[in-house]
């Protein structure tokens, strides 16, 4: 049967419709299958039949649309940082309140940066949220190992750092517990001791990160933890015994003294400290309330006006138009944000957006207060109810060592090391093709040439050399620079081994009898290489391809593992690996290099596998047995 | 046969003269100044300049790029000078020393560890393939052959070391604190995750390899002859199969000789063993280019050789081979 009888049966709709659903196999004869399986078609079928190769493309597909797709929806700022977030581990449920809190009038919520307390009435404490610490001996306990005594003991109030937590009974006993490296969480005997002569009692307390601070019912400030904290925050002697109330920052604090004026105390030559607007130091007017987030300070003052200074970024000092500065009934400051609550239950939150805290639920009502400090947003109403939260939920597959969303990462970096793979791929396989095509065809001294240099580049070691050669170039390169360097040294350093196997079967498949066939029917010895030898090579090309990208992903995150390859901040799966290296973040911080390292392990097998999968299917001798 | 030989180490020449020029060319691009590394941290201000002339031209870094290239291999050929290591103030040579030993001590017990395993294995997985034995280890190939060396050694870390506690998490035994058999002991202790990682990730192309190779010669005509001559499987596989599949094996054994020297920079940094793959990643950092460059030079020169012993090895064992 001739190819036009073929078209012809196939033009029918019919008869295509037949073939497609009916199975007749009286209808085709040896020769016409003969002519209608190409060798694409029967390897094509051989794949779609072979178990491991399904595994390797929906396993590979399915990561390349996850890195893809997922850095279009989930972009990434690579410069961002927020240190107070370090190594958290993966969880979700930092807002999860649990269900006991229900009907309890809750007086106060407090959070670190991924846990929080609630306060009742009851004088009990409520914690939910995920561990933030590691437990070692005098530097940390675990933040929900709550002490014996401060479950027996009736609390009335309670403040959280950002990983330990500091609260005082009815009869003003003191306790603490958490991360205490400074020994933020203790109560020094001595600064205890000058309380107790003071006969101070603490009316309000504030928790940093490496410090605490209590103020006392005569006026006098208490500063404890880490000594650069205590030195900072001295206070004046001026203003000794006249503070009625402060607000805290990172560096700074905001206090009100007796008269009613401001005073900052703290780092000097931060716009916390310089630009305290003037009319809350001259007496003017009377500040009625001060709150501060780690650069910025809100103060009311008696007649409801608010007044915002600091630092402008995060877009802090940027207060909602909206907001008329009447009718407020509450004030508080998370870590990068301020809320404001109206009398008629409307919230306004402005500050950060990185970590979802301006998303506030649409529904709330009744709102009379918010509770916000850290990254972690509550809404109450009058009855002590908690109606709404926001803010943080948590890190799906934790945070590493800068604070950053590890699962943000994975996927771009997924996205760097698959396209880093890829064009190291093209560029050596062009570079093979090249080399092995030139050498095999030409022949003579080419061929040797060719092959001396392929010799020179087997030597010298693949691995110390990429190394040698991304250090010593890539030396003052920037990071996008480096990265397409980085592509270059894989590519340009691995295509002997496909340019020896082209070269070889370029000479194989010339001595075989089909080649003498088409050179007996006076085919032209271009078209002799073009259509006859050339796809018989390109099937290895295509297996050595796909095997050689796994390979390279693998290569790519050793480098990387070394410090060698893609540079920071640029994500790639082989850098987030690289501080697993230190013992302690093997043993205490796990996700921070399973995860990653697991990524690299999925890629490379599923392309293996497909690539495995694909040899075999090439091989018409595998149906052997 | 010795034609053969001497056309083979002819044709090295060149080779070996090309990965002298090209390392040259990395050693002229490498940071930083070499004299300045060289000069003593006790100089003078005043005198500076006037050590500085002398030092550059005691290291010939005043002549031509041309003649300090041919000066560098005169140094290296003639007189085994490699040069002085500017980050550790000593010869290269001595440098490379201990950690040498360090690597060759690993490299031994990863070589005979993965060739007691792998010939045995890559044979019955060709005399049984298709076998769940054979389906089995090709499963563990393909999955070894996915595994980043470096997750590899971390996940037995954080299993063997940091959860079970039954070895120490990285490093080398204190060699001036123990003794005897405790010293002993405790090189055993510090040497098993790192063999047993590297021998894991070796393992995989060697028992395809092997495998291979045995269904290569399992296929041929001489085996046929010989089952129809009556033959028992035993005979058939170990004496006619075995011994000729053992030609390309002779390849792997070669290499496994030579793979002795070669460092594995990755798995010697997580384990922070001390050996010549973890000296390397130091020489780069330090931007030591003497030492940088004498050790790539190094394990050329010993690729090189392995290459040209398993091709003469090819040639004795294989009748077949002759000089075209």
Redesign the interface.
């Known amino acids: 049967m001739s190819n036009n009888d073929i078209k012809k049966t196939g033009k029918s709709f019919l008869s295509m419709f037949k073939r497609l659903f009916v199975r007749d196999k009286t209808e085709i004869n040896v020769l016409e299958e003969e002519a209608l399986r190409t060798p694409f078609k029967m390897v094509m079928s051989k794949l779609v039949r072979s178990k491991m190769a399904l595994i390797g493309f929906f396993g590979f597909i399915a990561i390349l649309l996850f890195s893809f797709v997922g850095s279009m929806i989930w972009p990434l700022d690579r410069t961002y940082t927020e240190l107070t977030n370090m190594n958290l581990r993966p969880s979700r449920n930092f807002l999860r309140m649990p269900r006991s809190l229900n009907n309890k009038n809750v007086v106060k919520v407090v959070s670190g940066v991924s846990f929080s307390v609630a306060l009742t009435d009851d004088g009990n404490l409520t914690m939910w949220g995920t561990e933030c610490n590691i437990a070692r001996e005098s530097i940390a306990d675990l933040i929900f190992d709550i002490p014996d005594a401060v479950k027996d003991a009736f609390i009335v109030d309670v403040e959280a750092g950002m990983r330990f937590i500091i609260c005082k009974d009815k009869d003003g006993k003191f306790y603490g517990w958490g991360h205490s490296g400074h020994d933020q969480a203790k109560l020094p005997t001595d600064v205890k001791r000058i309380m107790d002569v003071r006969g101070s009692n603490i009316v309000k307390m504030e928790a940093g990160t490496l410090w605490s601070a209590a103020l006392g019912h005569d006026g006098y400030l208490y500063v404890w933890g880490s000594r650069q904290a205590v030195n900072s925050f001295i206070v004046p002697g001026s203003l000794e015994g006249r503070i009625v109330d402060f607000a805290a920052g990172e560096s700074n604090m905001a206090l009100i003294l007796d008269d009613g004026t401001l005073r900052v105390i703290g780092a000097r030559g931060t716009e916390y400290f310089d630009n305290v607007p003037a009319e809350l130091t001259d007496g003017s007017v009377q500040v009625a309330e001060v709150v501060s987030t780690s650069r910025n300070v809100l103060a009311r003052d008696t007649n409801g006006h608010l007044y915002l200074w600091g630092s402008s970024i995060d877009g802090l000092l940027n207060m909602p138009e909206d907001l008329v500065p009447d009718k407020i009934i509450d004030i508080d400051a998370g870590y990068k944000n301020f809320v404001v609550v109206k009398d008629d239950g409307s919230v306004y939150i402005w500050g950060a957006d990185d970590l979802k805290q301006l998303n506030v639920p649409q529904n709330l009502k009744g709102v009379t207060r918010v509770f916000a400090d850290a990254f972690q947003f509550y809404a109450a109403n009058d009855n002590g109810e908690i109606v709404g939260a926001w803010g943080n939920k948590g890190y799906i597959w934790g945070s590493d060592q800068f604070g950053r969303d590890i699962f943000t990462r994975i996927i771009h970096g997924g996205r760097i090391s698959l396209t880093v793979g890829a064009v190291a791929v093209v560029i050596s396989v062009t570079i093979s093709i090249f080399i092995g095509l030139t050498s095999g065809f030409f022949g003579g001294w080419v061929d040797h040439g060719l092959m001396r240099l392929a010799d020179i580049f087997d030597s010298i070691p693949f691995l110390p050399l990429a190394i040698t050669l991304s250090y010593v170039i890539g030396f003052d390169m920037s990071e996008s620079a480096k990265l397409y360097f980085i592509m270059l040294i894989l590519g340009v350093l691995s295509w002997t081994g496909l340019a020896r196997l082209i070269r070889a079967q370029l000479l194989l498949e010339r001595e075989k009898d089909f080649v003498l066939a088409a050179r007996a029917l006076g085919i032209k010895q271009q078209g002799i290489m073009v259509r006859h030898i050339l796809p018989n090579v390109f099937s290895y090309v295509i297996v050595s391809v796909t095997l050689s990208y796994a390979g390279m992903i693998l290569t790519e995150a050793g480098l990387s593992f070394l410090g060698f390859g893609v540079k920071e901040p640029t994500p790639s799966w082989g850098n987030m690996l690289t501080s697993a290296e230190h013992s302690a973040v093997i043993a205490h911080y796990w996700w921070r290099w399973i995860i990653p390292a697991l990524f690299v392990v999925a890629a490379a097998l599923s392309i293996n596998m497909l690539g495995d999968a694909l040899r075999e299917a090439m091989d018409p001798k595998s149906e052997e047995r | 046969m010795i034609k053969y030989i001497i056309k083979r180490v002819v ?1 090295l020449i ?2 070996l003269i ?2 002298s020029i ?2 040259f060319i ?1 050693s002229k ?3 930083g100044d070499p004299v300045r590394m060289m000069l003593p941290l006790t100089i003078k201000p005043e005198n500076y300049d006037a050590a500085y002339e002398t030092m550059r031209a005691r290291l010939g870094l005043d002549k031509s790029v041309v003649e300090q290239y041919f000066r560098w291999m005169y140094n290296i050929i003639i007189e085994g000078d490699l040069g002085f290591s500017a980050l550790f103030r000593r010869p290269v040579v001595e440098c490379i020393g201990e950690p040498l030993k360090n690597t060759i001590i690993l490299n031994a017990c990863i070589n005979v560890l993965y060739l007691i395993i792998a010939l045995p294995v890559g044979i019955r997985m060709a005399v049984k ?2 076998s769940l034995f054979d389906n089995g280890w090709q499963v563990f190939s ?2 070894t ?7 590899l050694a ?1 996940s037995l ?2 299993i063997f ?2 959860t079970l506690g039954w070895l120490p ?2 490093g080398m035994p204190n060699a001036s604190l123990l003794g005897g058999f405790d010293l002993f002991i405790s090189w055993v202790r510090h040497l098993i995750l790192p063999v047993v990682t590297l021998t894991i990730i070796s393992l995989a192309g060697a028992i395809r390899y092997i495998r291979n190779a045995m269904i290569d010669a399992l296929s041929q005509d001489y085996i046929r002859t010989a089952r129809s001559k009556g033959l028992s499987e035993k005979v058939v596989i170990y004496s006619h199969a075995f011994r000729n599949a053992l030609i390309p094996i002779s390849t792997i054994i070669v290499g496994v000789i030579f793979s002795l020297f ?1 460092g594995s ?2 798995t010697e ?2 384990f922070s063993y001390h050996g010549i ?1 973890r000296l ?2 130091t020489a ?2 330090g931007r030591d280019t003497m030492l ?1 460059i004498s ?2 030079l190094i ?2 020169v010993i ?2 050789t392995a ?1 040209l012993a398993a091709d003469i090895v090819y040639g004795l064992i294989d009748p077949r081979i002759k000089l075209k």
């Open positions: 044709i060149p080779v090309g990965i090209i390392l990395v691009m490498m940071p393939r298709g393909l999955a052959y996915s595994v980043p060396s470096f997750f971390l870390i954080f070391s940091i998490l990285s070669a920079a990755i940094a997580v793959g390397l990643v780069v950092q940088v050790m790539n394990f050329s690729n090189v290459v």
